[in-house]
Antibody, heavy 122, light 110 residues
Framework: QVQLVQSGAEVKNPGSSVKVSCKAS????????INWVRQAPGQGLEWMGG????????KYAQKFQGRVTIIADGSTGTADMELISVRSDDTAVYYC???????????????WGQGTLVTVSS | QSVLTQPPSASGTPGQRVTISCSGG????????VYWYQQFAGAAPKLLIS???QRPSGVPDRFSGSKSGTSASLAITGLRSEDEADYYC???????????FGGGTKVTVL
C-alpha cells in the first residue's frame, strides 16, 4: 500500500518562497499522477497542479501559473512543490495526492499525504 | 466562489438518510467522473466515492454516489455519529484543464 509522507511545517516571510516535499513509501509513483491541493484555514480544497513523473511537464491551475513549480522523480518516488512570492493568503495546509491505479491527471486521488502547514507571516 | 456548488451544511438524526448535492456544468460534471471526499477535522481528505458511484475498498455501503447530467449527489443512509465530517465533491474540468472542487458540506448528526 502506497503512503505519501510530506515534509514538515514551514513558517515563511512574505515575498519568500517555500518548498514542500512528498515521498512515496511502499512503492514508487513512477507512472502515477501526483497532484498538489491546498486548504486555507476554515476553507475548502483547491487544486494547484499535477504531474505524471514519466510523462513530462506539470500542469498548473491558472491561478498559480508563474508562481508554482511542481517536479517529480518517479525513480525515487519523490515530488516537490515550490511556491514563490508567498503572501499571507498562501497560509494553508498543502497536500500531495495520487491515484495509484491510474497514470492520468483526470482521475481522482485515492492516496493523500498527511499535509504540510505553511504559515506566511512577518 | 467554487466552480462546483454544494450546500454548506446538512444534518440528520442517527439512522436517517442524508443527501448532499453537487451542481456543476458541461465542462466538469457533465463530461467527467465525479469523486467524493470525506474529511474529518484536522485530517487529510479520504476518497469516499470514485468514478461517480464506486466505493473504494473499506468504505461502508451506507455511502452511495450518483450522477445525472451536470449534477451529482452523495447519500448517507443509516446516519451514524462517526459520519460527522466535511464532504467535498470534485471533477476534472475540461475548460479549466484542471480539478475543481465543491465548497464542501459539513454534516452534523443531531
Amino acid at each position: 500500500q502506497v503512503q505519501l509522507v510530506q515534509s514538515g511545517a514551514e513558517v515563511k516571510n512574505p515575498g519568500s518562497s517555500v518548498k514542500v516535499s512528498c515521498k512515496a513509501s511502499g512503492d514508487t509513483f513512477r507512472t502515477s499522477a501526483i497532484n498538489w491541493v491546498r486548504q486555507a484555514p476554515g476553507q475548502g480544497l483547491e487544486w494547484m497542479g499535477g504531474i505524471i513523473p514519466s510523462f513530462g511537464p506539470a500542469k498548473y491551475a491558472q491561478k498559480f501559473q508563474g508562481r508554482v513549480t511542481i517536479i517529480a522523480d518517479g525513480s525515487t518516488g519523490t515530488a516537490d512543490m515550490e511556491l514563490i512570492s508567498v503572501r499571507s493568503d498562501d497560509t494553508a495546509v498543502y497536500y500531495c495526492a495520487t491515484n495509484t491505479l491510474s497514470s492520468s491527471l483526470r482521475h481522482g486521488f485515492d492516496i493523500w499525504g498527511q499535509g504540510t502547514l505553511v504559515t506566511v507571516s512577518s | 466562489q467554487s466552480v462546483l456548488t454544494q450546500p454548506p451544511s446538512a444534518s440528520g438524526t442517527p439512522g436517517q438518510r442524508v443527501t448532499i448535492s453537487c451542481s456543476g456544468g458541461n465542462s466538469n460534471i457533465g463530461n467527467n467522473y465525479v469523486y467524493w471526499y470525506q474529511q474529518f477535522a484536522g485530517a487529510a481528505p479520504k476518497l469516499l466515492i470514485s468514478t461517480n458511484d464506486q466505493r473504494p475498498s473499506g468504505v461502508p455501503d451506507r455511502f452511495s454516489g450518483s450522477k445525472s447530467g451536470t449534477s451529482a449527489s452523495l447519500a448517507i443512509t443509516g446516519l451514524r455519529s462517526e459520519d460527522e465530517a466535511d464532504y467535498y465533491c470534485a471533477a476534472w474540468d475540461d475548460s479549466l484543464n484542471g480539478w475543481v472542487f465543491g465548497g464542501g458540506t459539513k454534516v452534523t448528526v443531531l
